[in-house]
């Protein structure tokens, strides 16, 4: 099955969108940024598990550059196999791309450094928190720089999720609470960053012209990739030139690492393509779901009360979200 036969008429400057019956038979064009938000989330799960058993011997700023260095070529690959199949054209970056970009690109890899910053605090469950609060600061952004439009009903539904995963997070008794302020401003400015990580690459994808949504999701992966790759590569060769090596060394490790960052940032763009950014950060949320459920099933780690509450508030909003 080829993507040309699929496509819509395209108009000049504009993304086009593949009729989705055929791919997706339960979903419609309006609606595939649900299961490819959820596919995103489950492959950034398996990314962050391989990433973390990295950190040891690549430290924090190695294992994070893997999922740009080795992701970039599985990138092209995904690119190369999606033109070939769509029949689209190769556009040439146009001027308004190149600022979504690297806003995205560079935002991105500012709020991985803030993160992992507080990370390193002994109030790192209220950070986390924090972090959080992402899928609402991307509403706001989305809405000044791309105009996206968030119902009454999608912006209470944002509220309510975000705030059971606030719930589930939090620990009684862990740090200083919300009265340590240096946690609260590091991952509120980490959620700020990822925030206008994701307004910038949905505004990339968005901008590319004359082609289908999927070829634009994989052109602005390829281009995202090899900025992030470029300037966290470079970074290293000035301050830890030896981690570079030991990079190239754990390659077996990191090839996998790179594909499942690749792979779940594929369908990130797909997801961005479209819908509003906020919409997709929300239902992203669903990660904590599968951390719970990891925790619980393979750690015997029981629920408490606080966690469970904050699952339903997790579930009310996600599915208040989906289905308005």
Same mark, same amino acid.
């Given at each position: 099955?080829?993507f040309?036969?699929?496509?819509?008429?395209v108009?000049?400057?504009?993304?086009?969108?593949?009729?989705a019956?055929?791919?997706?038979?339960?979903?419609? @064009?309006?609606?595939?940024w649900?299961?490819?938000?959820?596919?995103?989330?489950?492959?950034?799960?398996a990314?962050?598990?391989?990433?973390?058993? !990295?950190?040891?011997?690549?430290?924090?700023?190695?294992?994070t550059?893997?999922?740009?260095?080795?992701?970039?070529?599985?990138?092209?690959?995904?690119?190369?196999?999606?033109?070939t199949?769509?029949?689209?054209? @190769?556009?040439?970056?146009?001027?308004?791309?190149?600022?979504?970009?690297?806003?995205?690109? @560079?935002?991105?890899?500012?709020?991985?450094?803030?993160?992992?910053?507080?990370?390193?605090?002994?109030?790192?469950?209220?950070?986390?928190?924090?972090?959080?609060?992402?899928?609402?600061?991307?509403?706001?952004?989305?809405?000044?720089?791309?105009?996206?439009?968030?119902?009454?009903?999608?912006?209470?539904?944002?509220?309510?999720?975000?705030?059971?995963?606030?719930?589930?997070? #939090?620990?009684p008794?862990?740090?200083?609470?919300?009265?340590?302020?240096?946690?609260?401003?590091?991952?509120?400015?980490?959620?700020?960053?990822?925030?206008?990580?994701?307004?910038?690459?949905?505004?990339?994808?968005?901008?590319?012209?004359g082609?289908?949504?999927?070829?634009?999701?994989?052109?602005?992966?390829?281009?995202?990739?090899?900025?992030?790759?470029?300037?966290?590569?470079?970074?290293?060769?000035?301050?830890?030139p030896?981690?570079?090596?030991k990079?190239?060394?754990?390659?077996?490790p990191?090839?996998?690492?790179g594909?499942?960052?690749?792979?779940?940032?594929?369908?990130?763009? #797909?997801?961005?393509?479209?819908?509003?950014?906020?919409?997709?950060r929300? #239902?992203?949320?669903?990660?904590? #779901?599968?951390?719970?459920a990891?925790?619980?099933?393979?750690?015997?780690?029981? !629920?408490?009360?606080?966690?469970?509450?904050? @699952?339903?508030?997790?579930?009310?909003?996600?599915?208040?979200?989906?289905?308005?």
């Amino acid at each position: 099955m080829q993507f040309r036969r699929l496509t819509a008429p395209v108009v000049p400057g504009t993304v086009r969108h593949l009729p989705a019956g055929n791919l997706f038979p339960m979903f419609s @064009i309006a609606t595939l940024w649900i299961p490819f938000t959820i596919i995103a989330a489950l492959g950034q799960v398996a990314r962050n598990a391989m990433q973390r058993s !990295l950190t040891g011997p690549l430290g924090i700023w190695g294992a994070t550059n893997i999922r740009f260095l080795f992701g970039f070529p599985f990138s092209v690959i995904f690119f190369a196999v999606v033109v070939t199949v769509s029949g689209d054209p @190769i556009p040439w970056p146009t001027a308004s791309f190149w600022p979504w970009l690297i806003l995205g690109a @560079i935002s991105q890899i500012v709020g991985t450094g803030m993160m992992l910053l507080a990370m390193n605090d002994r109030s790192f469950v209220v950070t986390t928190a924090y972090l959080k609060t992402e899928a609402i600061q991307t509403a706001i952004f989305g809405f000044i720089f791309l105009g996206d439009h968030l119902t009454l009903l999608k912006v209470i539904a944002i509220l309510i999720a975000t705030a059971g995963v606030v719930i589930a997070a #939090l620990r009684p008794g862990s740090g200083k609470g919300f009265a340590d302020l240096k946690p609260t401003i590091l991952g509120l400015a980490a959620a700020a960053a990822f925030a206008l990580s994701a307004v910038g690459f949905r505004g990339a994808v968005i901008v590319v012209p004359g082609v289908s949504f999927v070829t634009a999701a994989s052109y602005t992966l390829v281009f995202g990739l090899f900025v992030q790759t470029l300037v966290l590569s470079i970074y290293l060769l000035a301050r830890a030139p030896d981690v570079l090596k030991k990079i190239f060394g754990l390659w077996r490790p990191s090839m996998f690492a790179g594909f499942m960052g690749a792979f779940a940032s594929q369908f990130w763009f #797909l997801a961005f393509a479209l819908t509003a950014a906020a919409n997709v950060r929300t #239902l992203a949320l669903v990660e904590v #779901l599968f951390a719970q459920a990891v925790a619980y099933y393979s750690f015997k780690q029981p !629920l408490s009360a606080r966690e469970l509450s904050g @699952i339903v508030l997790i579930v009310v909003g996600v599915a208040l979200l989906v289905s308005v």
